[in-house]
């Protein structure tokens, strides 16, 4: 059974940095493509940042620049550094182990609130 946790969320100021984690276990990862996706109040779960197997990245348009996503394949941990954050920026925030077929498997996900 594949369980991801979250961790890392919080309030800061507009400007301002974090670092969400996200430990895997139950899984093989080193072979799994990951991802951290965030949801807003009132709007649909929206794809974040992904990061392959080995090791190719991609970012949705709103935080490519500011928004590092990475793994550690030895600790079977994900991270996502988010610098310069917006209060647009202000969601739930999931990990996500891809699938090539049907729905990811999610975490709980971390809240993220940036507000002055």
């Known amino acids: 059974q594949v369980q991801l946790v979250e961790s890392g969320g919080g309030l800061v100021q507009p400007g301002g940095s974090l670092r969400l984690s996200c430990v895997v276990s139950g899984t093989f990862f080193s072979i799994d493509d990951m991802a951290w996706y965030r949801q807003a109040p009132a709007k649909p779960r929206e794809l974040v940042a992904t990061?392959?197997?080995?090791?190719?990245?991609t970012y949705v348009d709103s935080v490519k620049g500011r928004f590092t996503i990475s793994r550690d394949n030895a600790q079977k941990m994900v991270y996502l550094q988010m610098n310069s954050l917006k209060p647009e920026d202000t969601a739930a925030y999931y990990c996500a182990r891809l699938r090539r077929v049907g729905l990811p498997d999610w975490g709980q996900g971390t809240q993220v609130t940036v507000s002055s």
């Open positions: 990061i392959s197997s080995g090791g190719t990245t």
